[in-house]
């Protein structure tokens, strides 16, 4: 199975919005002619309409898979939808035995393709390593079991935790390596979210681009901009490439429809959503990016973005680069800011905490588990 787990994560940059699956097909010792344990099949699921990591695995067997045990690790699916069910090519393969780490919760599977295979004499065991599978899946089963993208927090700090400097400055706050980084995590997710205010200082492009070395296939990644006011500029980078990569505005719903008419030229998707003291109501625009079928969203910022996410506790994961150097100014921007806690016992903390060096920074990065 953590060969399975270890499978599945070479998806993770183009398997959305499909689960991130692996596979592995072992002959066992009772069915095996020198008594040992032999992997005959392996597979990982790589882009939605190509075949399951489960058909891939059974098409990798260097022998007939009949008496194996098929390890997988998400429910094999049972029904048509932009390939055949794996229930049936598992059964026609002759297997014995599926091990799967967790349930599907997409609900033409929830449970039936592990009833299916059991109901024509396979033997099925669920939850080998599930607590592995469920994060190594967070973005895929959030959306489905909770109806909203599963949200990662992005920022690069000072090590006093400034944003930038009193007068808007950040460029560059973290290294080469620090920033390479940052492009890989923007292609492993569906979208990017900033602020009108971001867009406006910065003018920034928000594609991903990271090293070829490191990652030969990615989706587009879709780049979504919080405009309460309808003030981004047709010149602006994002507008100006909207027709080679997605590009979605929210806006007030006040805001002109000519407003919205001259963003939706430029080639970029426009919706309107409520609107209180100037904030952009970020559960429907949360709502409507799952919708859309976006599973994961990495927030760059600003300051003020981060804060309504964080003080909503819309937040799953935050992913932190901070760089060995001290900013100071009252005035400077941190990535939290807004009312904060009273008590260190209300801090939320992260779970599941992953360190990072990267040249001379450090990526701490990890689960948001807020108190409830």
Known sequence: MRRALDLSRKGRFSVSPNPRVGCVIVREPSASADGIFRVIGEGF?????????????????????????????????????????CTEAILKAGIRRVVAATTDPFPQVAGQGIKWLRNHGVQVDVGLLEDEARFENRYFLHRHEIGLPWVILKAAVSLDGKLSTATGQSKWITGEEARTHVHSLRAEVDAILVGVGTVLTDDPLLTARPSVSEIHDWKPTI?????????????????????????WIFLADSVSPSQKERIETAGARVDFVSCSDEKLDLIQILRRLAEANILSLL???????????????????????????????????????????????????LERVNRRLLGPDTLIRGILKWKL
């Not at 882009?47 to 098929?70: I, N, Q, W, Y």
């Not at 780049?223 to 590009?247: C, E, H, M, N």
């Not at 992913?319 to 150097?325: G, L």
């Open 45 to 85: 699921h790589l882009r939605k309409g190509l075949p399951h990591a489960e058909r891939v695995a059974l098409d990798s067997c260097a022998e007939d898979p009949r008496g194996s045990t098929l390890f997988v690790t998400l429910e094999p699916c049972c029904h048509h939808g932009a390939t055949p069910p």
């Open 223 to 247: 780049r979504v901009v919080l405009d309460p006011q309808g003030l981004i500029s047709s010149s602006s980078r994002l507008l100006k490439t909207a027709k080679d990569s997605p590009v």
């Open 299 to 349: 927030v760059e910022g600003g300051g003020n973005v981060h804060t309504s996410f964080l003080e909503n506790q819309l937040v799953n994961e935050v992913a932190i680069y901070i760089a060995p150097v001290l900013v100071g100014g009252k005035p400077s921007p941190t990535f939290y800011m807004g009312q904060g806690v009273s008590t260190m016992k209300e801090a939320p903390r």
